[in-house]
């Protein structure tokens, strides 16, 4: 009887333990991926999501440490444009996919001496 109960309580600790797990592992997905990627000899950039919105985004680079990668935003009934500092792996936030503003953008290669732009997303 002692090992029967044993069981059923292993059993529990397990059960809680496996959906403890899968709760973490949904939460910590992957951000979403928007594209406008460009690439050079030594980099990649692209536009992932920022945060549980899908209005906010960020710029990502990966490759050679001397990669850079700034994010670029435009209004489209104004053709207002602003960008991102540069940065080393990611840029900070800009807000896009509301119908007015969108995203690209540009990679730096510090290797190379390329720069290069994506194409508007969002």
């Known amino acids: 009887m002692k090992a029967a109960l ?3 309580k292993l059993m529990f600790v397990g059960g ?4 403890l797990l899968a709760l973490t592992a949904t939460s ?3 951000s979403a991926y928007y594209g406008g990627d460009t690439v050079s000899q030594n980099c990649h950039a692209y536009i992932i999501g920022s945060g549980s ?3 906010w985004a ?4 990966s490759g050679n440490v001397n990669c ?3 994010l670029w935003q435009r209004n489209v009934n104004t053709g207002g444009q602003t960008s991102t500092a540069w ?3 990611q840029t900070t936030a800009l807000y896009h996919n509301d119908g007015v503003h969108q995203l690209r953008v540009e990679l730096y290669d ?3 001496g390329a720069d290069g732009f994506g194409v508007w997303v969002g």
């Open 53 to 55: 919105s899908s209005n």
């Open 16 to 19: 809680t333990v496996a959906g």
């Open 6 to 8: 044993f069981s059923k």
């Open 87 to 89: 940065g080393y792996g």
């Open 28 to 30: 910590a997905s992957a």
């Open 110 to 112: 510090g290797v190379s």
């Open 58 to 61: 960020i710029g990502v680079v």
């Open 68 to 70: 850079e990668v700034r």
